[in-house]
Nanobody, 117 residues
Framework: QVQLVESGGGLVQPGGSLRLSCAAS????????KSWYRQAPGKQRELVAT???????NYADSVKGRFTITRDNAKKRVDLQMNSLKPEDTAVYYC???????????WGQGTQVTVSS
């Protein structure tokens, strides 16, 4: 089992930046694809960014060029650097690890990001 804890959310003005972190603990098998999702009020949860077990990154069109996903395997951490934030980025952001060998998904509890002046 993997436990995930997100941090770094908060209130930021439009055009500002935030860095989200996801720290993992527990028993690890893997390999893992690691992702950030978000869910805005009244909307479905959507995939924001993924870094594959091989290091390939993919982004939702809405965040390309503004968000960057990185990982530190030694520290068992995945970060999401968010720049040029817009009000439409307001959501609860969730960390997700997908165990490719066992088809398990692990989720964090979420961290609130609010972009507002």
């Amino acid at each position: 089992q993997v436990q995930l804890v997100e941090s770094g959310g908060g209130l930021v003005q439009p055009g500002g930046s935030l860095r989200l972190s996801c720290a993992a603990s527990g028993t690890f098998f893997g390999p893992y694809d690691k992702s950030w999702y978000r869910q805005a009020p009244g909307k479905q949860r959507e995939l924001v960014a993924t870094i594959s077990s091989g290091g390939t990154t993919n982004y939702a069109d809405s965040v390309k060029g503004r968000f960057t996903i990185t990982r530190d395997n030694a520290k068992k951490r995945v970060d999401l650097q968010m720049n040029s934030l817009k009000p439409e980025d307001t959501a609860v952001y969730y960390c997700n690890w997908r165990d490719l060998a066992r088809a398990n998904h692990y989720w964090g509890q979420g961290t609130q990001v609010t972009v507002s002046s």
